[in-house]
């Protein structure tokens, strides 16, 4: 029943999209919440993940001798698959929690029951709003999370390898393909509607006051990282067999 009514859910939210009323202020607050809300969070993470990738490659690569291609795992790594999930994990933690929260709030004091009896679709006006701006802001933090992972590699290879910055940047650069940009931004935008419908579903569904908001934000939580997760195996290999 749950997963009939998250599907019911995400085939209205998408549906909603192409027909009006369209509330896009409610779509610009959501944006200001979900994207620069999250930019902090998003940075910090992105900059000590590219430093700690760089300590940890410089290591093996000493091994051998090829420390000055660090630059270039660090992006292959970052924009490819650390970049995408680590920045959906947070937003999903920060946002989906939220979302969740505040809709199950509205859902316990009945808010949702008097928008229905004013005629308005709670679909449109909350829960499409929110799927737009996570569609619209993940795949932009991705980016920013990409580029500070690439300065905190930088910060690395610099300050504790001794590495040459233009070597750094260079191999960097030379190392990134149309299809690792590719790969790179096309899982934001799915890992968005996990996010946010995620939310909004377990938001929707909450039960028992107070207490059932809680058990709905600590659901959301799990299930949108577990599905971020699971959905990322399985794009990573369609990915890898469409574009060889």
Request: include cysteine; charge should be neutral; proline fraction near 4%.
């Amino acid at each position: 029943m749950a997963v009939q009514d998250f599907t019911v859910l995400s085939m209205r939210a998408i549906q909603n999209i192409f027909r009006p009323p369209h509330y896009f202020d409610d779509v610009i607050t959501q944006m200001d919440r979900i994207g620069f809300g999250s930019l902090p969070i998003v940075i910090l993470t992105g900059f000590f993940t590219g430093a700690v990738l760089a300590l940890q490659m410089s290591n093996t690569l000493s091994t051998f001798g090829e420390t000055s291609i660090t630059g270039q795992l660090v992006m292959l790594s970052l924009v490819r698959e650390l970049g995408p999930v680590l920045t959906s994990l947070m937003v999903a933690g920060r946002n989906s929690s939220g979302i969740a929260s505040e809709l199950g709030s509205m859902k316990v004091s009945e808010q949702i029951d008097a928008m229905r009896a004013l005629g308005t679709d709670p679909g449109r006006k909350l829960v499409t709003p929110r799927l737009l701006a996570t569609v619209i802001m993940l795949p932009m933090l991705t980016i920013v999370s990409d580029f500070m992972g690439l300065l905190g590699g930088f910060a690395t290879s610099l300050f504790m390898l001794r590495l040459n910055p233009q070597q750094y940047w260079q191999s960097a650069i030379n190392a990134l393909e149309f299809e690792d940009m590719f790969q790179g931004l096309i899982k934001p935008f799915i890992f968005a509607f996990i996010v946010a419908l995620v939310g909004c579903h377990y938001g929707l569904r909450t039960r028992g006051g107070t207490e059932g908001v809680g058990r709905s934000t600590t659901q959301a939580v799990v299930a949108a990282s577990v599905m971020i997760l699971i959905s990322d195996f399985f794009i990573t290999k369609l990915l890898l067999v469409t574009l060889e």
